[in-house]
């Protein structure tokens, strides 16, 4: 089988098991542990959508081209107008 058809089989597979704790819902009251049930059980929904999901969307995303970056050491003026990171100014000293 595919994975759209066992999604498929797993969504009608998870309808009938709704169904089911709907009619025991319906006989045993809104007890505690059949809300439980009936809470793992949307929860279960919630799942196997975000998983139909997923498969439908593209191929695993594309990894960006790779840059780059030359070993030439780059122009030194660039930095003439700034700090020394932590040492503050050159022609400062520190306290």
Do not use: F
Request: hydrophobic share 35%; net charge negative; glycine share 4%.
């Amino acid at each position: 089988m595919s994975v759209p058809d066992d999604l498929t089989s797993v969504q009608h597979t998870l309808d009938e098991l709704l169904r089911s704790v709907a009619r025991l819902e319906h006989q045993l009251g809104g007890a505690l542990e059949i809300r439980r049930v009936r809470t793992d059980a949307d929860h279960l929904r919630e799942s196997v959508a975000l998983l139909r999901e997923a498969t439908q969307s593209p191929a695993a995303p594309q990894r960006p081209a790779l840059v780059t970056i030359s070993d030439t050491p780059y122009d030194i003026s660039l930095w003439t107008d700034s700090d020394d990171e932590g040492l503050g100014a050159r022609d400062r000293h520190a306290p």
